[in-house]
C-alpha cells in the first residue's frame, strides 16, 4: 500500500473532510465493509436520510477519500434490476498529510532500492542511494519548469538576495537531523536530477551552510547571469 499522489493542499482537504461526524461515520462505514456499498444501504445502516448519505459519500470522492464503481449487485432482482448501481468503496492507498510538508514516503523508496540493488550487485550503499535518488530525480524534473518541480516535492523555493533560491523546507527534515551525511547526500542527488531533467545544469546544486531551522541544506544558485536558476 503506497500514499495517494495527490498534491498536498488536496491532502489537507481530504483529511478534513473526515473533521464532519456523519462524514467521518460514512468512510468507516464503507471501511469496514467487506465489498462496495450503495448509498441506499450506507443511509440505512447509519440511521440517515439517503440526501444526506449521497451528499457526503460524493464528497469524500471528490476529497480523494472513496472510489466509485458502477455494477449490478448480486442480491439485487425485480424491475430495475439490470440497470448498475453507483457503489463507493474506499482508495486503496493511504492519505498521508504533515505540515511542514514531509515526503518521508520518498525517502523510504529511495533507500529501499538502493539497499535492494547493493545487495543483488554487491556495491556500497551509500553510492548507490545516490544514483538512484539521481534517477528518481531525473523521473521527478519538469522542462523548463524547475522551481514547479521543487514546489510539488515540497521544497518551497523562495527568492534570495544573490538572484537564486533558498528552499525553506526540508522534505526529509526528521531524518537529516539524525543522519545528515546520507540523508543530504541523498537530498542533494535528487535534486540534480531534477535539475538536469528541467533543462538545467545540475552541477549548480550548491550546498546552503546558513540554512534555518528546517530548511533545505541546499539552494538554488543563479545561472548565466540570471537567466535561469537551479539548485540543491
Same mark, same amino acid.
Given at each position: 500500500?503506497?500514499?495517494?499522489?495527490?498534491?498536498?493542499?488536496?491532502?489537507?482537504?481530504?483529511?478534513?473532510?473526515?473533521?464532519?461526524?456523519?462524514?467521518?461515520?460514512?468512510?468507516?462505514?464503507?471501511?469496514?465493509?467487506?465489498?462496495?456499498?450503495?448509498?441506499?444501504?450506507?443511509?440505512?445502516?447509519?440511521?440517515?436520510?439517503?440526501?444526506? +448519505?449521497?451528499?457526503?459519500?460524493?464528497?469524500?470522492?471528490?476529497?480523494?477519500?472513496?472510489?466509485?464503481?458502477?455494477?449490478?449487485?448480486?442480491?439485487?432482482?425485480?424491475?430495475?434490476?439490470?440497470?448498475?448501481?453507483?457503489?463507493?468503496?474506499?482508495?486503496?492507498?493511504?492519505? &498521508?498529510?504533515?505540515?511542514?510538508?514531509?515526503?518521508?514516503?520518498?525517502?523510504?523508496?529511495?533507500?529501499? +532500492? !538502493?539497499?535492494?540493488?547493493?545487495?543483488?550487485?554487491?556495491?556500497?550503499?551509500?553510492?548507490?542511494?545516490?544514483?538512484? +535518488?539521481?534517477?528518481?530525480?531525473?523521473?521527478? &524534473?519538469?522542462?523548463?519548469?524547475?522551481? #514547479?518541480?521543487?514546489?510539488?516535492? #515540497?521544497?518551497?523555493?523562495?527568492?534570495?538576495?544573490?538572484?537564486?533560491?533558498?528552499?525553506?523546507? %526540508?522534505?526529509?527534515?526528521?531524518?537529516?537531523?539524525?543522519?545528515?551525511?546520507?540523508? %543530504?547526500?541523498?537530498?542533494?542527488?535528487?535534486?540534480?536530477?531534477?535539475?538536469? !531533467?528541467?533543462?538545467?545544469?545540475?552541477?549548480?546544486?550548491?550546498?546552503?551552510?546558513?540554512?534555518?531551522? &528546517?530548511? %533545505? %541544506?541546499?539552494?538554488?544558485?543563479?545561472?548565466?547571469?540570471?537567466?535561469?536558476?537551479?539548485?540543491?
Amino acid at each position: 500500500m503506497g500514499t495517494v499522489d495527490l498534491p498536498w493542499i488536496r491532502r489537507i482537504a481530504a483529511v478534513a473532510s473526515l473533521g464532519d461526524e456523519n462524514r467521518r461515520r460514512l468512510y468507516e462505514y464503507v471501511l469496514d465493509a467487506r465489498d462496495a456499498v450503495g448509498r441506499d444501504e450506507a443511509a440505512l445502516a447509519l440511521e440517515l436520510p439517503r440526501s444526506s +448519505a449521497s451528499f457526503h459519500m460524493d464528497r469524500l470522492v471528490r476529497d480523494g477519500l472513496l472510489q466509485v464503481e458502477f455494477r449490478k449487485p448480486p442480491h439485487k432482482t425485480g424491475p430495475g434490476s439490470g440497470r448498475p448501481s453507483k457503489l463507493y468503496r474506499p482508495v486503496a492507498e493511504e492519505i &498521508g498529510v504533515s505540515i511542514p510538508e514531509r515526503n518521508y514516503d520518498l525517502a523510504g523508496h529511495l533507500m529501499a +532500492a !538502493a539497499i535492494k540493488r547493493a545487495e543483488i550487485d554487491g556495491s556500497p550503499v551509500g553510492p548507490t542511494l545516490r544514483e538512484v +535518488a539521481d534517477a528518481k530525480g531525473s523521473e521527478l &524534473g519538469r522542462p523548463g519548469d524547475f522551481l #514547479g518541480a521543487l514546489s510539488e516535492l #515540497g521544497y518551497e523555493p523562495s527568492p534570495d538576495d544573490s538572484g537564486g533560491y533558498r528552499l525553506l523546507n %526540508c522534505p526529509f527534515h526528521r531524518l537529516s537531523r539524525e543522519h545528515k551525511e546520507v540523508v %543530504c547526500g541523498m537530498n542533494g542527488a535528487l535534486l540534480g536530477g531534477v535539475a538536469a !531533467a528541467s533543462g538545467l545544469r545540475a552541477e549548480e546544486v550548491v550546498p546552503d551552510p546558513e540554512h534555518g531551522p &528546517g530548511h %533545505c %541544506c541546499a539552494r538554488i544558485a543563479l545561472i548565466d547571469n540570471g537567466s535561469q536558476a537551479t539548485g540543491t
